[in-house]
């Protein structure tokens, strides 16, 4: 990356791993895409005497300008508890966020000040930098990232963390996660990459076990209630002996009320009385979610991946079909008080773009706070 916009992150009251991971979630709630990332490093206190400090670097995407970038920082400061007092010096703050760089552009304005300054002078900026930019050349000093650091004459003690800024701690406010959404969205797919990434159990859905499930996308109104009765059974019975067995951190891709949207959609209405009351039986007893991740995606994509991995008993799934499914997931999850975050995967896949399943990640750690 030969033009980077780069920030620089630091904190040194409370939680201070925490108010790094906030400022990263809250910076992209704007029109900012967190790019790269460099380890954290914790460092003592620069200029004055107290608590150490966590300190890294980001390199952003934006459209933004440096000065609208900046009021983004400074907001996401304040949001965060930061302080500012009249006196001059150093002072201990719950977030720092500084900007570094921004690509090769020169300003020295009353509020602005790219490339920051001491930079150069701060081997806690450029330790971290070196992670991210190494061959980013300065835009005035005319040295490179990886120049600076060799010729530092701050002989600050640097350690570095185990903290990884791509794996936001959603599991300590979200043990339980559940991942919902229309067919073909892509839930099973999603779990496994949280579950292989935070190393938690995967709890999936057993739907190839459905005897009924192919003639019912063929005939829906003559298999519908055998169809939707095996699903609620089968999914009662199985979260029992799931949760018998696990009791730690889980991501799940589907979750219980999904008995409740299918039913609606495909069954009589006295059918549908009748299979209500027992579902509104089983949901007391079943495990509730700390978090429901609802997916969308626009239907386009979702035949295009119905198609794609050409299961059979799907072949028969019509775009009505999914459109009123869409609809009823809506009515039915407003019912619900656990916690749901509505989430677009429009134009994503994130096996080719690991920015944007870390996007989603800080998402769901935003929803905690």
């Given at each position: 990356?030969?033009?980077?916009i780069?920030?620089s992150?630091g904190?040194?009251i409370?939680?201070r791993i ?5 400022a990263?979630?809250l910076i992209?709630e ?19 005497d107290?608590t150490p400090?966590y300190?890294a ?5 934006t ?6 970038l900046?009021?983004?920082?400074l907001n ?12 001059k010096?150093?002072?201990?703050r719950t ?8 690509n090769n552009?020169?300003i ?5 000040k ?13 330790k971290?930098?070196?992670d991210?930019?190494?061959k ?24 570095q963390?185990?903290?990884d800024l791509s ?23 999603l779990?496994?990459?949280i ?7 995967f709890?999936s859905?057993?739907?190839?076990s ?5 003639n ?5 109104l003559k ?15 199985n979260?029992?002996n799931?949760w018998?067995q ?8 589907f ?6 949207v299918f039913?609606?959609?495909?069954l ?17 007893k079943?495990k ?8 969308t995606?626009n239907?386009r994509?979702l035949?295009q991946q119905?198609?794609k991995?050409?299961r ?20 039915i ?11 677009s ?15 989603f ?7 905690s706070?």
């Amino acid at each position: 990356m030969l033009e980077p916009i780069i920030i620089s992150l630091g904190s040194n009251i409370g939680n201070r791993i925490g108010f790094i991971y906030k400022a990263l979630a809250l910076i992209e709630e704007h029109p900012v895409t967190i790019r790269e990332l460099s380890n954290v490093y914790e460092t003592p206190s620069w200029g004055f005497d107290s608590t150490p400090f966590y300190n890294a670097c980001a390199i952003l995407k934006t459209s933004l300008k440096p000065d609208s970038l900046l009021k983004i920082l400074l907001n996401v400061e304040d949001k965060l508890g930061r302080k500012r007092y009249s006196e001059k010096g150093y002072q201990d703050r719950t977030i720092d966020l500084d900007l570094l760089f921004y690509n090769n552009e020169i300003i020295y304005s009353k509020d602005l000040k790219i490339p920051h300054p001491k930079l150069h002078l701060r081997n806690f900026i450029l330790k971290p930098l070196l992670d991210i930019a190494p061959k980013f050349k300065h835009p005035v000093l005319q040295k490179t990232i990886t120049e600076l650091n060799h010729h530092q004459l701050d002989k600050i003690k640097i350690i570095q963390t185990n903290f990884d800024l791509s794996l936001p701690p959603i599991f300590k406010s979200f043990p339980f996660i559940s991942i919902e959404g229309n067919i073909g969205v892509g839930k099973t797919t999603l779990a496994k990459m949280i579950s292989k990434n935070y190393k938690v159990k995967f709890y999936s859905e057993d739907y190839n076990s459905n005897p009924h499930l192919e003639n019912f996308y063929k005939d829906p109104l003559k298999h519908a209630l055998r169809t939707e009765s095996f699903f609620l059974n089968n999914r009662f019975e199985n979260d029992k002996n799931f949760w018998q067995q696990n009791n730690d951190k889980v991501v799940a891709d589907f979750c219980f009320f999904k008995c409740l949207v299918f039913a609606k959609q495909n069954l009589k209405k006295n059918d549908y009385n009748t299979f209500k009351k027992d579902f509104d039986h089983k949901m007391d007893k079943i495990k509730i979610p700390s978090l429901v991740i609802f997916l969308t995606k626009n239907f386009r994509e979702l035949e295009q991946q119905i198609k794609k991995r050409d299961r059979s008993f799907e072949r028969e799934i019509k775009l009505n079909y999914l459109k009123k499914l869409e609809k009823g997931y809506h009515l039915i999850i407003n019912n619900f008080e656990f916690p749901i975050l509505e989430y677009s995967l429009d134009n994503i896949d994130f096996n080719k773009n690991e920015f944007e399943f870390e996007r989603f990640l800080r998402a769901i750690f935003r929803a905690s706070f």
